[in-house]
Nanobody, 116 residues
């Protein structure tokens, strides 16, 4: 089992920045990919960014060039630096871990609200 705890959400004005963090605990050695997904009201959950255990990153088209995902392997933590935030970035952001055998684990979510 892997437990994920997110932090860092909040309210920010358009053009501002926020940094989300996701701390993993439990059988973290089994995790191969960690990432962030988001879900806005009335919309499907979508990919924001992922990072593999080897450091390969992938971003959703809407956040490329504005968001950066990174990981601190020593602390089993993944960060999402979000710059130049837009009102359309408003959503609940979820941390996800994909482990061996395709097991998926989700955090409880953290709200990000961007005001115009």
């Amino acid at each position: 089992q892997v437990q994920l705890v997110e932090s860092g959400g909040g309210l920010v004005q358009a053009g501002g920045s926020l940094r989300l963090s996701c701390a993993a605990s439990g059988t973290v050695v089994s995790v191969v990919v960690m990432g962030w997904y988001r879900q806005a009201p009335g919309k499907e959950r979508e990919l924001v960014a992922t990072i593999t255990s080897g450091g390969t990153t992938n971003y959703g088209d809407s956040v490329k060039g504005r968001f950066t995902i990174s990981r601190d392997s020593a602390k089993n933590t993944v960060h999402l630096q979000m710059n130049n935030l837009k009102p359309e970035d408003t959503a609940v952001y979820y941390c996800r871990a994909r482990a061996v055998r395709e097991y998926l684990y989700w955090g409880q979510g953290t709200q990000v609200t961007v005001s115009s």
